[in-house]
């Protein structure tokens, strides 16, 4: 069954919004949806745009799966995004870059944060959060950043309202989900991979303490990404800034 959803006109950040529900002791789950956030957070605590006519949502849900089968639902959203973005876009132009950005031409266009917690009900409470750029694209970012507004289909005039968006959102979501729990994590791996560039060639991780770069070979069955360095040793990354097509 699809979360209800719940849109406001203004919060500072529906993954804190989802966080105060959850050490509240509040257990539904619910797609949390902001027209404009004040305080938006990406990952790595970097703040994110929220202009108003892009999509920011948070599906605060709990989950009795271990942390770290917990945290492949980083998977399960971006192929829910991808999915959205496919509705509207010119065809062959949505992909995945690992482990869950996902890009229109190559470019960014939508990122998530999945935060948790233990929740005093008993499992973990998550906020799966998802930021699309729907309508605009923010500028002086790192990386070229893009907008669904310039990759539509020559028979789609706009980009989907933020209402129409989290109901295409929440319904690919909660597909995925249903898979992933029934199936386990190798169909939603498979499908990740199939639109996932970069995974066999050179790349660069920024882990906050370290960098690293060597090859990409791929992911492994949790979805790190296995990286050789120059000294041939193998390295598997969880998460970090990870930049394929590049050395250090």
């Known amino acids: 069954m699809i979360p209800p959803v719940q849109v406001f006109d203004e919060l500072d950040s529906t993954n804190a919004e989802a966080r105060r529900r959850a050490e509240g002791g509040e257990v539904a789950s619910a797609w949390i949806v902001a027209r404009r956030q004040t305080a938006g ?117 706009y980009p989907p309202s933020i209402e129409a968006a989290t109901g295409l959102l929440a319904e690919a979501f909660e597909a995925w989900r249903a898979r992933w729990e029934t199936l386990g994590f190798p169909p939603v791996l498979d499908a990740w991979t199939a639109r996932t560039k970069g995974l066999d060639g050179p790349c660069v991780a920024r882990l906050g303490h370290e960098t690293v770069s060597g090859v990409a070979e791929g992911v492994a069955t949790d979805g790190s990404l296995r990286l050789r360095t120059p000294d041939g040793s193998l390295r598997l990354i969880s998460a970090g800034d990870v930049f394929f097509g590049e050395a250090a």
């Not at 942390?67 to 959203?77: G, L, N, R």
């Open 41 to 157: 957070r990406g990952r790595r605590g970097r703040s994110w745009e929220s202009e108003t006519g892009n999509l920011f949502a948070t599906l605060a849900h709990i989950t009795h799966k271990s942390p770290a089968e917990a945290a492949q639902v980083t998977f399960v959203a971006a192929l829910a995004v991808a999915e959205l973005l496919e509705a509207f876009a010119v065809p062959g132009t949505v992909s995945i870059k690992w482990p869950n950005d996902v890009l229109l031409a190559g470019e960014k266009a939508a990122g998530i944060l999945v935060e948790s917690g233990a929740h005093s009900a008993g499992g973990l409470w998550l906020a799966v959060g998802i930021g699309v750029n729907l309508a605009h694209a923010p500028e002086g970012t790192e990386r070229p950043a893009t907008s669904l507004a310039q990759h539509l289909r020559a028979d789609v005039a």
